[in-house]
């Protein structure tokens, strides 16, 4: 079975000046609220309440997420004896989210996240 990777990228959408609500509603597939606000504002957000997941598997490097995640680990949770029993999960989820958001990087880059950012 193969593997795809689901992408969730929220995307901002301008809404024309002379449609309803309703037809808003029945256009995008939004709900009345939104839709009325976005008729106001001239535009929504396209999957806002999703987590955003841009996936980059070039520019996601194991070996070095699997080291940032334990250093962290340490730095924050070394002294609770709950978090050590479940340092692995912990470590874990830590990449599991540097993978989810690898793709960030290219998107977005600053002086704060570029493109040595997660290596």
């Not at 689901?6 to 995008?28: C, H, L, N």
Request: proline share 3%; net charge positive; hydrophobic share 30%.
């Amino acid at each position: 079975m193969e593997s795809t990777d689901v992408e969730i990228r929220r995307e901002k959408v301008f809404v024309p000046q002379g449609m309803s609500v309703k037809e808003i509603t029945e256009k995008y597939g939004i709900s009345k609220s939104t839709a009325h606000c976005s008729r106001k504002r001239g535009w929504f957000v396209k999957k806002y309440s999703r987590k955003q997941v841009i996936i980059d598997r070039d520019h996601f490097h194991p070996p070095s997420a699997y080291n940032i995640a334990r250093q962290v680990f340490y730095k924050n949770f070394s002294g609770n004896p709950v978090a050590q029993n479940i340092k692995e999960d912990l470590i874990q989820e830590a990449v599991n989210l540097m993978f989810m958001q690898s793709g960030k990087v290219k998107e977005g880059s600053n002086e704060k996240y570029n493109d040595r950012y997660g290596w």
